[in-house]
């Protein structure tokens, strides 16, 4: 990974320093830096969002690929910004550019004006929405990492979960489809175990046995 990109997250930790606001997620020379900060766009009350930003190990000179998750915006909405950030990072000149993005998204009246008017229509629509989830895990080598990895998860997306672990391992999710759903990407995209030579590696074995909505649950 590229030395700015070190530099880059040393500064990032020591600006976003508030609890809970800065986490380095992943640091390998052949994946580089993943960063997540959790932010508030500008508002009356402000809407929270959590960014992820993954480094490549040539980033600078190529720009960070961006996710965004929230609690009070719906999937396409978090889209929609995710969309509008890589188009910002894309026309950016190839030099240290998190901060400069994420101070962009805290500022955007426009971002807060477009959103700010559907928050409770979101909010109504995701309690209609929520689902369970059963996923099966291959294997839990690293466990405190893993574990603290599945807990922290759960807390930013609001969901209740629980770990069932024996012959199978089995995390049982409640709570809006679409924050189930980015709890899955990180599975798949973070690494959070190790493999049987003790190299972290991400969980590709991941299944997802069943996806039901709440409501189905209760009628049967």
Known sequence: M???AVEEVLVLS??????????????SAQDGLVVQI????????????SLSFNLHPRYPSCPPNISVSSTVLSRTQCHNIRQELLDR??????????????????????????????EEEVKEKEKVEEWTAVLSLDHIRSQ??????????????????????GRHILVILQGARSNIKEFCRLLRTVKVDVDCSGKKCKERMMKVLSETPVSSSCRN
């Open 144 to 165: 405190n990492r893993y574990i603290g990895l599945l807990e922290r998860w759960t807390q930013q997306l609001q969901l209740t979960g629980r770990l069932l672990l």
């Open 89 to 118: 990072a894309a026309a950016l000149p190839p030099e240290p550019m998190v901060h400069q993005l994420v101070e962009w998204l805290q500022q955007c009246v426009e971002v807060t004006e477009d959103y700010r008017g559907a």
């Open 14 to 27: 020591s600006i976003y320093c508030g609890e809970g606001e800065f986490s380095l997620i992943q640091q």
């Open 2 to 4: 590229s030395e700015a």
């Open 38 to 49: 959790n932010t508030t766009v500008k508002g009356e009350k402000g809407l929270d969002v």
